[in-house]
C-alpha cells in the first residue's frame, strides 16, 4: 500500500472549516483514500473514502486532486466534539486490511 | 444492535501469564480483525480473519493466536505475556467485498503487563 504523509498536529477554531492535508505521492491507480478518526480512547471511527473524485457526506467532505498524489478532508463546521486524531489510508480495493500511521491530531478550540 | 463489544475492559497480567480476548459482533460480518496500539502511535494490526474458521496474520503477529470459530466472534490468545505486550487492544469488523472497507470498531481492551 502506498504511504501517507499528514501533519503531526493542527488547531481548528469551533465553527470554522477544518481543513486536513494528506500526501499520498506513491498512490495507484485502485488504491482507495480513506480517513478515519479517533476521539481519545475510543476505537477508530469510519468518515470518508473515495477513489478519483471528490465525495461529500454527513460527515466530512473528500477532496483528492487530479493527480491523486494528495487530498483534503474538509469538516465544514468544526465542533469541540470533532477534536480527535484522524488518519489518512491508503489501501488496494482487493486488499483485506488499513494500515494506520500516527495521523493528525486536531484540536477544535471555542 | 451492540455492534462491536470487547471483553474484558481492562485487565493486568503478571509476565507470563496468560489470557484470552474476546471480541463479538451482532452485525453478521465476515471479517474481523485485532489491532493493538501503544501510547501516541496508530494502530497495528495483530491477526484478522475473512470468514469462519479462517484466520491471517498482520503485521505484529508474534506472541498472539487467534480462533475463529463462529462468525460473531473473534478470539486474541496470549499464550504467555510479555511486558511489551502492554497496549490498548481493539477489534473491528466490517462486511464481505473489496469494495466495502468501512470497519466497526469495538472500545478497546486495555492490558497492562507487569
Known amino acids: 500500500d502506498a504511504k501517507t504523509t499528514q501533519p503531526t498536529s493542527m488547531d481548528c477554531a469551533e465553527g470554522r472549516a477544518a481543513n486536513l492535508p494528506c500526501n499520498h505521492s506513491?498512490?495507484?491507480?485502485?488504491?482507495?483514500v480513506y480517513w478515519y478518526r479517533q476521539i481519545h480512547s475510543q476505537g477508530p471511527q469510519y468518515i470518508i473514502h473515495?477513489?478519483?473524485n471528490n465525495e461529500t457526506n454527513e460527515m466530512a467532505s473528500l477532496i483528492i486532486t487530479e493527480d491523486r498524489k494528495s487530498s483534503t478532508l474538509i469538516l465544514p463546521h468544526a465542533t469541540l466534539r470533532d477534536t480527535a486524531v484522524y488518519y489518512c489510508i491508503v489501501r488496494v480495493d482487493s486488499d483485506y486490511k488499513l494500515s494506520f500511521g500516527a495521523g493528525t491530531t486536531v484540536t477544535v478550540r471555542a | 444492535n451492540a455492534g462491536v463489544t470487547q471483553t474484558p475492559k481492562f485487565r493486568v497480567l503478571k509476565t507470563g501469564q496468560s489470557m484470552t480476548l474476546l471480541c463479538a459482533q451482532d452485525m453478521n460480518h465476515e471479517y474481523m480483525y485485532w489491532y493493538r496500539q501503544d501510547p501516541g502511535m496508530g494502530l497495528r494490526l495483530i491477526h484478522y480473519s475473512v470468514g469462519e474458521g479462517t484466520t491471517a496474520k498482520g503485521e505484529v503477529p508474534d506472541g498472539y493466536n487467534v480462533s475463529r470459530l463462529k462468525k460473531q466472534n473473534f478470539l486474541l490468545g496470549l499464550e504467555s505475556a510479555a511486558p511489551s505486550q502492554t497496549s490498548v487492544y481493539f477489534c473491528?469488523?466490517?462486511?464481505?467485498?473489496?469494495?466495502?472497507?468501512?470497519?466497526?470498531f469495538g472500545p478497546g481492551t486495555r492490558l497492562l503487563v507487569l
Open positions: 473515495g477513489l478519483k
Open positions: 473491528a469488523s466490517r462486511t464481505g467485498g473489496w469494495y466495502q472497507e468501512t470497519q466497526y
Open positions: 506513491t498512490i495507484s491507480g485502485n488504491e482507495y
